[in-house]
């Protein structure tokens, strides 16, 4: 089975711009997370979807967006960009049913740079 | 409320010793455990995790942890290191009631393994 892809894997940007990264899951996973990974704060949860829904969502601000498709892709869309969004972004895949107990399974990671 | 803490920021052994990466967590609910190891440049690959059957975990690469509600640790051992276990490792921890994948991460232990 074909594992998590990240599109693209570099990102460089400038502050205002927006940015839209995608996450294909595994094949049958009907939910994807999104997480923000930076040296000073570490990994943090940005928001989970399934089935097209939003489950979850961290403490970031509305900037910070998401969707998924009926084919369980997702995009993460960042508007008005700020220096301090530079950042690995990484995208996790599971089956969705077990909640708290599924085993995420997580893409190479997005490096987003904000010039 | 849940959170993790590693003990350790940077652990540093000899090739062929043994490992212990500490681990303790904080959970409201009864919790599910991960480790999950990042190389340079790349995702997060899962050791192991504990959802609520056998205390002891083994997992991928010699790699096991122990679940000790007393103590509310999750401590990640390996009896040999080898020159390749050299990584960012993270504890982790969700809540295993949650319908919801949400993933609480620790600032996560970098391993040095000396020749």
């Known amino acids: 089975k074909a594992g998590v892809t990240q599109t693209p894997r570099y990102l460089i940007k400038t502050r205002g711009q927006q940015v839209t990264l995608s996450c294909s899951p595994i094949?049958?996973?009907?939910?994807v997370s999104w997480y923000q990974q930076t040296p000073g704060q570490g990994l943090q949860f940005l928001f989970e979807?399934?089935?097209?829904?939003?489950?979850n969502k961290g403490n970031f601000p509305g900037r910070f967006s998401g969707r998924q498709f009926s084919n369980s892709r997702s995009e993460m869309n960042v508007s008005t960009l700020e220096l301090g969004d530079s950042a690995l972004y990484l995208c996790a895949s599971n089956a969705g049913l077990a909640g708290g107990t599924d085993t995420q399974y997580f893409g190479p990671g997005t490096r987003l740079t904000v010039l | 409320a849940q959170s993790v803490t590693q003990l350790d920021s940077h652990v540093s052994v000899s090739e062929g010793t043994p490992v212990l990466l500490r681990c303790n967590y904080s959970s409201s609910y009864s919790p599910s455990l991960f480790w999950y190891v990042q190389h340079p440049n790349k995702g997060l690959q899962l050791l192991l995790k504990y959802t609520s059957a056998a205390t002891l975990v083994k997992g991928i690469n010699g790699f096991e942890a122990e679940f000790k509600k007393s103590e509310t640790s999750f401590h990640l051992t390996k009896p040999s290191a080898h020159m390749s276990d050299a990584a960012e490792y993270f504890c982790v921890v969700s809540d295993r009631s949650s319908n919801t994948g949400k993933l609480i991460f620790g600032q996560g232990t970098t391993l040095q393994v000396k020749p």
């Open positions: 979807y399934f089935s097209e829904t939003q489950r």
């Open positions: 094949s049958g996973h009907r939910s």
